[in-house]
């Protein structure tokens, strides 16, 4: 027992780069979520001229956590997860200096492509849908 408390103390002291580094800022609870897409399933919007503005930029947010991963306003220059670790639901951290997220409370990492590459999580992450509309992704 004494070394699995070890390994957790390890690990929750890795994990401190990531929620404050959020560069998104977190304040799109209620910015734009009325447009076009009512009835479609919209988890998150966030507002493309004020948020994930660089690479490496992300947002962490009703249960979601999206990242910018290349320029330009496409779908493609985004990822978005669910940010529950699906080992055992806790949330993950996206870790902007290795472009990974992590799972404090087990050590699951995983790539941004949400691939497990170190567990003990055995799957990868939820993939979500990213929708560009204008100048708002919004995500499913």
């Not at 966030?46 to 962490?60: P, R, Y």
């Not at 951290?93 to 409370?105: G, I, L, P």
């Amino acid at each position: 027992m004494t070394c699995i408390s070890c390994m957790m103390q390890a690990c929750s002291k890795e994990d401190g780069t990531t929620p404050s580094n959020n560069t998104g800022n977190n304040n799109n609870n209620n910015n734009n979520n009325n447009n076009s897409n009512s009835g479609s399933n919209v988890i998150l919007t966030v507002n493309l001229n004020s948020q994930l503005l660089a690479i490496n930029d992300f947002v962490l947010d009703k249960g979601v956590v999206v990242v910018r991963t290349a320029s330009g306003n496409v779908a493609t220059s985004f990822v978005a997860f669910s940010s529950a670790c699906p080992h055992a639901g806790a949330t993950i951290n996206f870790v902007k200096s290795s472009s990974t997220f992590n799972c404090s409370a087990h050590g699951s990492n995983f790539s941004i492509d949400g691939s497990v590459t170190n567990g003990p999580a055995s799957s990868a992450l939820q993939k979500k849908t990213v929708e560009i509309d204008g100048t708002n992704l919004n995500v499913k």
